[in-house]
């Protein structure tokens, strides 16, 4: 989601000049604020509209910013509130979480952290909302995202899941076939019910045909006694053949007779048995093709292309990557011990330029063993030496991707803005230019 999409922010600040410094810079950023300059009028303020966000002063004269927060979260609070102190104390960062703050930042802000932050804090917000409606209720971190080739993807998911047609998912490695395919079934009917999931490029094509289809006793060498098949194994269910493309044009011709007929003939038998199976396939290779080549059967195809689902590569989807990492950084931090929280802007840029062949499977890869490896709670591109040649530091960027000049623009004046204390004219000296020109910049670039 673009920030002017969200619901309000609310700012909480008893000093005039943080506060109009903080509207100013979020507002340029495209989020749309409202203030409060206390902590009671904040409170009272809550009460009367739902806010997005809640970025609040530790240190108020009228109520501090610790008892705030704990009045708002008795009062039934959800939206994410950011604590803001000028005492770089672990007790008042303790105190924060525990009140159910979602993060802590110093005083002078860094701005590329305060960005970053906002963004994770109000992607977790956007998930956590959807996990509730019952959108996602398989629980796989993978399905995160909100770039425009990924929204397409998950709206598909939503209209095939009840349905009982066959589903192709389609993608480079690594983009995520299998999280796609655990999301349709846990979506359907047949929740609950046998999902069998099988790897075709995993066997050898006579092993991998008697797992599907089964045998007698003695069927084959090895054969010593008779086996039902994972295809009866999961009738009444959904059967996930990844790989398909792997398969030789013999056991296509077997698989087509499974989805046209639901029968299934185990080997070394004359007999045939009955399945009640949905189908869900996966491929890396563009079966059109073989198709064309003659090294895939055409009328399979067909029967297995009933809903088509692409999906994008990482590179074609990088400005999901802050929401991604998040994820990623918070489930390997659990299961490792750790205490990382996040990434540092810097690091962000590092991931950003880097072009991802092995798409999120790489990306999770490489934030798990930075996580792992990681000596401070935000990995630095210190942490993820792979992703740039040696010694090589990127200059630090704001966490909207993709990257470009006028989002670098962007974050300089909005800078500029912050160290100016909200005073354009300061600023504009600052930035080397006139306040004429500074006033036509926060024009163009949505002020």
Not at 216 to 226: I, S
């Amino acid at each position: 989601m673009k920030p002017a999409e969200y619901q309000p922010l609310l700012v909480a600040d008893d000093d005039p000049e943080h506060l109009f410094m903080l509207k100013t810079v979020l507002g340029d950023w495209g989020y749309p604020v409202q203030t409060a300059d206390g902590g009671r009028p904040a409170l009272a303020l809550s009460r009367t509209r739902a806010f997005g966000l809640i970025l609040m002063d530790v240190r108020m004269a009228d109520l501090d910013g610790l008892t705030a927060l704990a009045a708002l979260k008795k009062e039934g609070l959800t939206a994410p509130v950011i604590i803001m102190t000028a005492y770089s104390k672990v007790e008042d960062a303790v105190q924060a979480v525990k009140a159910g703050a979602y993060d802590y930042l110093t005083k002078p802000l860094d701005l590329d952290l305060l960005r970053l932050t906002l963004a994770r804090a109000l992607e977790h917000q956007r998930l956590k909302e959807e996990k509730k409606a019952g959108l996602w209720e398989t629980g796989d971190q993978g399905l995160v995202g909100s770039a425009p080739a990924f929204r397409r993807v998950l709206d598909l998911i939503g209209l095939v899941a009840d349905a009982e047609a066959t589903v192709l998912i389609t993608g480079e490695s690594g983009t995520g076939k299998e999280v796609v395919a655990r999301a349709i079934q846990g979506r359907s009917a047949r929740a609950g019910r046998p999902f069998s999931i099988i790897n075709c490029a995993a066997l050898p094509e006579n092993l991998l045909e008697a797992e599907l289809f089964g045998h007698e006793k003695g069927a084959f060498t090895g054969a010593e006694r008779r086996r039902e098949g994972r295809l009866k194994a999961a009738d009444r269910g959904t059967v996930f053949l990844d790989e398909i493309g792997e398969t030789s044009p013999a056991l296509q011709a077997k698989l087509l007779r499974v989805l046209q007929e639901g029968e299934i003939q185990p080997l070394g038998s004359d007999a045939t048995v009955r399945a009640d199976l949905r189908f869900l396939a996966a491929t890396n290779r563009d079966l059109a093709a073989e198709v064309a080549a003659g090294r895939f059967r055409e009328d399979l195809y067909w029967r297995l292309n009933v809903m088509p689902i692409r999906l994008p590569p990482l590179r074609e989807r990088l400005e999901d990557l802050p929401a991604l990492a998040d994820s990623f950084i918070r489930r390997y931090a659990l299961k490792n011990h750790k205490e990382v929280k996040g990434l540092t802007p810097g690091a962000l840029r590092l991931l950003a330029n880097h072009h991802w062949p092995g798409n999120i499977r790489e990306l999770q890869n490489v934030l798990e063993r930075a996580v792992i490896l990681a000596r401070s709670d935000y990995l630095t591109e210190k942490d993820l030496p792979s992703l740039g040649p040696p010694g090589a530091v990127p200059a630090a960027a704001p966490a909207e991707l993709p990257l470009n000049l006028e989002a670098l623009e962007k974050m300089a004046v909005a800078q500029a803005l912050a160290a100016a204390g909200g005073n354009k004219s300061r600023a504009a000296l600052t930035l080397g230019i006139t306040r004429k020109t500074l006033a036509a910049k926060l024009k163009k670039l949505g002020d």
